[in-house]
């Protein structure tokens, strides 16, 4: 009787807090960077619940970048579309010999007899490791009903944390399923095997050498701290914690800017990124998408979209790349609101002119089936 109390009582907290609230953008809020894209953004958001927006589009003929009710150096939590980028740095490091994609866990830290360590980086990345999303524990639990009742960061774990949840979990059929846990390893693992910890990967091998200049990992605490650091919020309005643990930083702890993912969208397109071949489906996810290392590859009327998303307590992301047609999209929002039929209707317009985008406007009816987890 009591837990079922409790449940009732979270329940009712959590119908009002997720309520969208009001102060949402609109079409007066003040807009940065491309006019065009801005007001292109503001047509397929949602109308409520959105309190500030980060879009970058890369077509053939350049990029353009904007924000509404941020600046335009804002940086957002891009959660989830971490792990695609871990992807990436796996891929990077098998090309400086540092991992093949057989290399075990066991291999990288002293896991001794546990199920865990015969599981092989590979297997990491196409989330096919047999590993849970996240795992169990009581103080796990309670760091939930923390978040939902007084909107803290749930993640408080270290990479030695992390480490210690895979070396006691146990491990299923090695069929795709969706794990936070097994990319937070995964991005430790790269770490370790290369000297540096995991901010600092993505500091030395993806953002000096692209010259990204807001595309980082905030350290524990630190993640609102930056004058350019965008408020995440609820659909409801609520102000959340960012979220930056150091444990699961490589399953969705970096905070960008638009210029700088316009930047890394655009290096994938041309394949000069570091570790570019991620992009690359290798094996089937589920029905309608396949999986190269984190990237996932779905059909979209018609054309071949690689995507990812991304979902903090704050923050709503998506990215989408047609490698074909060499466009891009990426949309993070200050939402809890699903921001994928948006970034996919601008995917499906880029670099097209007005009539054209009539033409190519997608049934909302079709977006269903383009779904993924996210942190």
Do not use: C
Request: charged share 20%.
């Amino acid at each position: 009787m009591i837990v079922v109390v409790a449940f009732g009582v979270v329940g009712a907290v959590l119908a009002t807090l997720l309520r969208p609230g009001v102060g949402s953008i609109d079409r007066d809020t003040r807009t940065e960077g491309d006019a065009r894209l801005a007001a292109a953004v503001l047509e397929e958001a949602p109308s409520l619940g959105v309190y500030a927006l980060s879009v970058a589009e890369v077509t053939p003929q350049g990029t353009r970048i904007a924000t509404v009710g941020a600046p335009l150096d804002g940086t957002v939590e891009i959660g989830s579309v971490t792990k695609p980028i871990t992807g990436m740095l796996l891929a990077d490091a098998m090309d400086r010999g540092e991992l093949s994609p057989d290399t075990t866990l066991g291999e990288i830290f002293d896991l001794g007899d546990a199920a865990s360590a015969d599981i092989t980086v590979e297997e990491l990345a196409r989330h096919r490791s047999g590993l849970p999303r996240l795992p169990f524990s009581l103080q796990g639990l309670m760091d939930s009903y923390r978040w939902l009742l007084f909107a803290r960061n749930p993640y408080r774990d270290s990479p030695a944390d992390v480490v210690e949840d895979v070396r006691s979990s146990s491990v299923g059929d090695k069929d795709p399923e969706y794990s936070n846990l097994g990319f937070a390893v995964l991005g430790h693992a790269l770490a370790e095997v290369s000297g540096h910890d995991y901010p600092e990967l993505v500091r030395t091998r993806l953002a000096e050498p692209l010259g990204l200049e807001n595309f980082h990992v905030p350290a524990p605490g630190q993640g609102g701290a930056a004058p350019n650091a965008v408020q995440g919020r609820e659909s409801s309005g609520r102000a959340q914690q960012a979220w930056d643990d150091a444990g699961y930083a490589p399953a969705g702890g970096i905070r960008a800017d638009a210029a700088s993912m316009a930047t890394l969208l655009d290096a994938l397109l041309a394949g000069t990124a570091p570790g570019a071949e991620a992009v690359q489906p290798v094996a089937d996810f589920d029905d309608d998408n396949r999986i190269g290392a984190g990237w996932l590859t779905t059909e979209l009327d018609g054309r071949e979209i690689t995507w990812h998303n991304g979902q903090t307590g704050g923050f709503s992301t998506w990215v989408g790349l047609d490698r074909a047609r060499g466009t891009a999209i990426f949309i993070s929002g200050a939402t809890t609101r699903d921001l994928a039929p948006a970034g996919q209707q601008l995917l499906l317009r880029a670099g097209q002119d007005a009539n054209e985008r009539d033409d190519d406007k997608l049934d909302d009816g079709k977006l269903n089936h383009v779904s993924g987890g996210g942190r």
